[in-house]
């Protein structure tokens, strides 16, 4: 499959002189996890801010409220052409670390392809050749976690610190599940106007997500993710949590 069948066209664009809030509003408006910046002046470099680069902000003590888009994007990001495997825009997307392509086409941007698309197209086709590849082959088991009474200040700078769009929040009581929370919910109270400094984590649980088994196959996470329009499964035996798996360690499985 090519980049053009995945990718989507309709992409958001915000300006650079935007505050980070009114960004992140339209971000979650439209449910996506990036946005294009408006090239100010006509001509000038291409931009994207995406949900990661808020979440930095809030990790470094910033005011979203009173910070714009022209100081936290990220300028002249990888581009993809319409034309490129989906092997090619994932490979792209492990070497940096990221999860969004602007897909340019003759000097214009017609649309944006991020990991979430790759793994659904990649669940029609691709996954059956994983079906026999299980998750603790892929899983991440360096958890981060945090307690639940944390602020969401704390919680972005522990994710940020250890490179991941999640953490494990410790359980309500021994032997009860853990919830988790991710940079989507950090990107909801920004779009929110709250003060992470005074939130707490447990007010802002993952409502999306699900538990899986070490021994469920990277399909059966894929599609779980995809249903549920989440990124990240805790992954528990019969000791408790032992792992978390994401989109993009599903993408660097596949691709290996």
């Given at each position: 499959?090519?980049?053009s069948d995945a990718?989507?066209p309709?992409?958001?664009?915000?300006?650079?002189?935007?505050?980070i809030v009114?960004?992140?509003?339209?971000?979650?408006?439209?449910?996506?996890g990036?946005a294009?910046?408006?090239?100010d002046?006509?001509?000038s470099s291409?931009?994207?801010?995406t949900?990661?680069?808020?979440?930095?902000?809030v990790?470094?003590?910033?005011?979203?409220?009173?910070?714009?888009?022209?100081d936290?994007?990220?300028?002249d990001?990888?581009?993809?052409?319409?034309?490129?495997s989906l092997?090619h825009?994932?490979?792209a997307m492990?070497?940096?670390?990221?999860?969004?392509?602007?897909?340019?086409?003759?000097?214009?941007?017609v649309?944006?392809?991020?990991?979430?698309?790759?793994?659904?197209?990649?669940?029609k086709g691709?996954?059956?050749?994983?079906?026999a590849?299980?998750?603790r082959e892929?899983?991440?088991?360096d958890?981060?976690?945090i307690?639940?009474?944390a602020t969401l200040?704390?919680a972005?700078?522990?994710m940020?610190?250890?490179?991941?769009?999640?953490?494990?929040?410790e359980?309500r009581?021994?032997?009860s599940p853990p919830?988790?929370?991710t940079d989507?919910?950090?990107?909801?109270?920004?779009?929110?106007?709250?003060?992470?400094?005074?939130?707490?984590v447990?007010?802002?649980?993952?409502a999306g997500?699900?538990f899986?088994?070490p021994?469920?196959?990277?399909k059966q996470?894929?599609e779980a993710m995809?249903?549920g329009g989440?990124q990240?499964?805790?992954?528990?035996?019969?000791r408790g949590?032992?792992?978390i798996?994401?989109?993009s360690?599903?993408i660097r499985?596949?691709i290996d």
């Amino acid at each position: 499959m090519r980049v053009s069948d995945a990718m989507t066209p309709d992409v958001l664009t915000v300006a650079r002189d935007e505050t980070i809030v009114e960004a992140a509003r339209r971000m979650i408006e439209r449910w996506v996890g990036s946005a294009i910046v408006d090239p100010d002046p006509p001509g000038s470099s291409l931009g994207i801010i995406t949900e990661r680069d808020i979440l930095g902000l809030v990790a470094a003590g910033r005011d979203p409220s009173t910070g714009h888009v022209a100081d936290y994007f990220t300028p002249d990001p990888i581009c993809a052409r319409p034309d490129w495997s989906l092997e090619h825009a994932a490979e792209a997307m492990t070497a940096g670390g990221f999860r969004h392509l602007v897909v340019i086409d003759q000097d214009r941007v017609v649309g944006i392809v991020s990991i979430r698309d790759i793994v659904r197209a990649w669940t029609k086709g691709r996954a059956r050749q994983a079906v026999a590849v299980q998750i603790r082959e892929a899983m991440n088991r360096d958890l981060v976690t945090i307690g639940r009474k944390a602020t969401l200040r704390e919680a972005a700078r522990r994710m940020v610190e250890r490179r991941t769009g999640a953490a494990i929040v410790e359980s309500r009581r021994p032997n009860s599940p853990p919830g988790i929370i991710t940079d989507r919910e950090l990107l909801e109270t920004v779009a929110a106007g709250t003060d992470p400094d005074k939130e707490r984590v447990v007010d802002h649980l993952s409502a999306g997500m699900t538990f899986s088994a070490p021994d469920w196959s990277l399909k059966q996470a894929a599609e779980a993710m995809t249903g549920g329009g989440f990124q990240h499964v805790v992954v528990v035996d019969a000791r408790g949590t032992v792992g978390i798996i994401s989109m993009s360690d599903i993408i660097r499985r596949w691709i290996d």
